[in-house]
């Protein structure tokens, strides 16, 4: 991944680690060392060890593109995920609308509206994520991506539950269809 050698070095000084002791059982200090010198980028499990480690989230030490000063969209996809799965959901939302300020592919907008929709979701703000994951899923009409199709129906279908809507199960049995036909099947279902 693409990082900010001096982010590395300034978040291992700032938690007060050496070398050494960023890099743990799992690195060598020798790693860590081509990271902060900009002659070797690590890999998404080694930044995620040393945003562990550091306490830094694994944005802080993505490079930004030139030309927006925003980190890359693929990036943001990734840090957005990582962020619901640690369920940071008020960061997530923040980055994603952050994001949504500016151009994006249709792909990558939908991906960043889901997040920010299933975020949204997630903390209880249901008419938020319904909109969110609505934008996302017309994107979908024009980009085919049949896994998204289903996260996007799944987590609209959660969101009418919190409303108490009464289309919230045939929003559900729709994703399950969408979920069932995909080829080849979702990981995990």
Known sequence: ????????????????????????????????FLIETGKM???SRTLELI????RKPRAYFLK??????LLEPDAVVEELQALCLQQ????????GRQMLEHPLAAPIEARVRQYVGQAMVRSSQPDD???QLRRAQALLDAERDPWLAVECADWEASA??????????????????LCRATKPPLPGT
């Open 64 to 69: 930004p593109t030139a030309a927006t000063g």
């Open 88 to 95: 940071q959901f008020e960061r997530a939302i923040t980055l």
């Open 41 to 43: 980028r690590p890999s």
């Open 51 to 54: 945003s562990a480690r550091t």
């Open 160 to 177: 009418l539950y919190l409303k108490e809507d009464g289309r919230a199960l045939s929003v559900a049995e729709h994703a399950l269809r």
């Open 1 to 32: 991944m693409e990082v900010d050698p001096g982010a590395v070095r300034g978040a291992r000084l700032a938690a007060g680690l050496t070398m050494a002791q960023l890099a743990g059982p799992e690195l060598t200090r020798q790693t860590i």
């Open 129 to 131: 994520g319904l909109y």
